[in-house]
């Protein structure tokens, strides 16, 4: 099994301080382009696949309208950024005691026009979501495209995070959040950090 180990451009202590200060914390310039290049591939070939996010066991629900595809086994280029998420777990679960053991995550397609309305991932405790991560995978982003990622920290200020290509967006599952509706295709995997496995 290949050893993954967390990329050398990674400033961990900056990334530990940012959560620990505001909940929430940005990582730049994540993985070599050859990388990208693979993931954006096997994320565009599979496009066919995502389902509508907004209907649960064939409920219609408002709040959001983007497309998804869970990650499994089968999606191999993802498979090495669900690990290298796996070693920042255990640096997490050393500085914050935080106790995840699982990662549970889908790739998702945000169309023109499709945005995620208000929500916590994790809302008052309910489920097994410490942290999530939205790692955007998109070739190009303009500003003017909308899609941002609107997020109340830990001590109650807004950011608006722009979902540039190779950013990785890190905060507490429990604070409040939405993606603004985009206006150009947006690419993204996001992942929760869980303290407990889920079966999907």
Not at 42 to 68: K, M, P
């Amino acid at each position: 099994m290949e050893v993954i180990f967390l990329p050398k451009s990674w400033n961990v202590d900056q990334i530990l301080d940012d959560l620990d200060q505001q909940g929430f914390a940005i990582i730049d310039d994540v993985y070599p382009t050859d990388y990208i290049q693979a993931l954006v591939n096997e994320c565009s070939s599979h496009l066919n696949e995502f389902r509508e996010a907004g209907i649960q066991n064939g409920v219609v629900s408002n709040i959001r309208s983007d497309h998804i595809l869970w990650i499994n086994d089968n999606l191999n280029i993802a498979q090495h950024h669900i690990e290298t998420l796996k070693q920042l777990s255990n640096t997490l679960n050393r500085a914050f005691y935080l106790g995840i053991n699982d990662i549970e995550a889908h790739f998702a397609c945000y169309h023109a026009g499709e945005f995620y309305a208000l929500h916590r991932d994790n809302p008052q405790g309910k489920n097994g979501r410490m942290i999530s991560a939205v790692y955007y995978l998109h070739e190009q982003w303009q500003e003017n495209w909308g899609g941002q990622l609107h997020l109340q920290d830990k001590n109650n200020q807004w950011h608006y995070i722009q979902p540039k290509p190779n950013r990785i967006a890190m905060f507490q599952s429990d604070l409040l959040h939405e993606v603004i509706e985009a206006k150009h295709q947006r690419l993204s995997i996001t992942a929760w950090l869980r303290t407990d496995q889920q079966l999907l």
